[in-house]
């Protein structure tokens, strides 16, 4: 039987999801939209929401999503009437709300599977298996220093160096001990430098860890390049072909203090992907507590996340857990219909 479970790609930013992204939603069965901002904050916002099996709390829920601009909805192309009258008519939970906005983007396109790309989500991999228990995750690898490179290229970004590295150093650590802890088939990673470089065998394998069939399409993300919003303009490469020129380019991008920043920090987790060191010098012990110190930081802003989730589950009026596809249905006890055999014509 043809699997309908939901699709997430996560990275570290600059690490080549949108290309992912596209090549995915280049596959025939499989629609992944550019990058949506209502997801995880509705998750946050699930205690405002109320308990969803009233209907006119889900209609708040389904006008908070297509109504409010930061979710960007808009870029999705749907009619927002009809996505919130499915809302409304759907199953009592948040996460077959928000799952049925993604099958609403896949059902423009004629497609049958559904899922969200967004690099962000390596923080909220937790929440997304609680909105869809039957999740699978991609996440996407690439050469930290070419992701701090290409961060501090970007018109969006205006953080440090520091929080630039440490970034990447959380993607890889959630690789190395979150991953392994997610349900079987649940987890499949590659490295930018092997998809650029061989995006056929690549695909091929992502593609058996999703069950389905590989399509040379995917090859070829440029022809949907159209899907991402043109504002977008450091998407601009995903427009031509696919080209493995970026990979390594963090040594021209980069200045001597920072490759021996990152290679100081980051040195075992290159190494353990494949990447190899410059050899350069380590960097400066002022360098490294300014980094431990910006370390430090995010690890208690996200424990600070953590506490504040697990409080608020003990006043949800609802489970979260999508009612959508067929192994959401069984994991929540949902009897299906049996399908009963024809009568027979006298």
């Known amino acids: 039987m043809p699997s309908d479970r939901p699709i997430f790609i996560l990275g570290c ?86 799952g049925i906005v993604l099958r609403a ?118 022809r949907m390049a159209r899907v991402v919003p043109s504002w977008k303009t450091w998407h601009e490469r995903t427009r031509g072909e696919v080209t493995t020129a970026r990979s390594g380019s963090w040594k021209d991008r980069l200045s001597r203090q920072e490759i021996a920043l990152c290679e100081s920090v980051l040195a075992d987790r290159l190494e353990a992907y494949g990447y190899e060191l410059s050899g350069g010098p380590r960097a400066g012990r002022s360098q490294l507590l300014a980094y431990e110190h910006t370390a430090a930081r995010r690890r208690l802003a996200r424990f600070k996340r953590t506490a504040a989730d697990r409080l608020a589950r003990l006043r949800e009026p609802n489970p979260p857990a999508a009612r959508l596809t067929e192994g959401q249905l069984a994991l929540a006890g949902v009897p299906r219909p049996r399908h009963e055999p024809p009568v027979p014509v006298a």
């Open 13 to 98: 930013p600059r690490s080549g999801t949108t290309m992912l992204q596209l090549m995915t939603h280049a596959h025939p069965r499989i629609a992944i939209p550019p990058e949506t901002r209502f997801m995880v904050a509705a998750y946050q916002r699930r205690l405002r929401f109320g308990d969803l099996d009233d209907p006119a709390r889900r209609r708040e829920l389904a006008d908070w999503i297509v109504g409010r601009r930061q979710s960007r909805f808009h870029e999705l192309k749907l009619d927002a009437a009809e996505v919130t009258e499915e809302i409304v008519q759907g199953p009592p939970t948040l996460g077959s709300a928000l």
């Open 105 to 222: 983007y896949a059902a423009r396109f004629g497609k049958p599977r559904w899922g969200d790309k967004r690099p962000a989500y390596l923080q909220s991999a937790d929440v997304l298996l609680r909105l869809f228990p039957d999740a699978q995750f991609v996440h996407l690898i690439r050469d930290g220093r070419d992701c701090v490179a290409s961060l501090k290229e970007m018109p969006w970004y205006d953080g440090s160096t520091y929080e630039a590295i440490s970034v990447w150093a959380e993607a890889i650590d959630f690789a190395r001990r979150s991953a392994p802890r997610l349900p079987p088939g649940s987890y499949h990673e590659l490295r930018y430098e092997d998809l650029t470089r061989d995006p056929e065998t690549e695909l091929t394998r992502l593609c058996g860890f999703l069950g389905e069939e590989y399509d040379p399409a995917m090859c070829e993300p440029s």
